[in-house]
């Protein structure tokens, strides 16, 4: 489908002076930037390597994006948790033994990534290894060993705080200033509108209607849902969608 205008594919940013620019960033992009494993992560870091070059403002980081990170994080921590002590109990074979320091770094504490692993059906954790998916709820898992190890929830704290810590120091290291843009009730009639507009998901229209109403110059995504020929100055206001990848 033909773009509009309003949103700037990643081979045209190059050209693009981003100076006193305000940036406002989904959690689509802050994750790729994170995840070493993500092959877009490359043009992520190229373009805010470019954003540091010129000098912008400001990136904004909304609170729901800060939510939509940690929890992601913690989601990825938890499956490479499971997907590794799968694959030492197979190799292992239910010998007593002792995780290398390397998986150790991973595992945190190997008792509680047992239990965690234990509450997953083997043919779940199978698919894990072979494909990379897991196909069962982290939240459910977590809710499943908070109510079976009552006494053992201690170590998991571990996890969160990783996940928490992880974000920090992206922002804390990121060299620009991050604003946190305000919301109310016209965001949500804003994001309403987009919704029914340009057919988005909720949490897609709120960073449209965050992005518009706080008067950022540019949205930063990789979300294909962004990319249309829907948008007008008459109904987001005059700034601009970078589609990074």
């Not at 921590?77 to 770094?105: M, Q």
């Not at 083997?122 to 069962?136: A, M």
């Not at 507009?197 to 449209?208: I, K, N, V």
Request: charged share 25%.
């Amino acid at each position: 489908m033909m773009t509009s205008n309003i949103v700037i594919e990643f081979e045209e940013m190059i050209d693009i002076d981003f100076t006193q620019a305000s940036i406002y960033m989904d959690a689509c992009f802050i994750l790729a930037y994170l995840d070493s494993k993500d092959a877009r992560g490359d043009k992520v870091a190229n373009i805010m390597e470019k954003w540091d070059k010129d000098g912008i403002d400001c990136v904004a980081i909304s609170n729901l994006v800060m939510s939509e990170v940690v929890h992601n994080l913690f989601k990825n921590e938890i499956r490479n948790v499971l997907a590794l002590t799968h694959k030492i109990l197979k190799r292992e074979k239910g010998r007593s033994f002792t995780p290398t320091a390397e998986e150790l770094d991973v595992l945190n504490d190997f008792e509680t990534a047992k239990r965690l692993t234990s509450l997953i059906p083997k043919s779940k954790l199978d698919d894990l290894i072979r494909t990379g998916q897991l196909h069962y709820s982290i939240e459910e898992l977590l809710k499943q060993y908070k109510i079976r190890f009552p006494l053992d929830r201690d170590p998991l704290h571990h996890y969160y705080n990783k996940s928490v810590d992880s974000y920090n120091a992206f922002v804390e290291g990121i060299g620009f200033k991050v604003l946190t843009p305000d919301s109310g009730f016209s965001t949500q009639l804003a994001a309403s509108s987009y919704i029914k507009l340009f057919q988005l998901s909720p949490y897609d229209a709120f960073h449209l209607a965050l992005a518009a109403e706080n008067h950022f110059d540019y949205l930063a995504t990789l979300d294909s849902d962004f990319v249309h020929n829907y948008y007008t100055k008459e109904n987001i206001g005059f700034f601009k969608v970078l589609k990074v990848a």
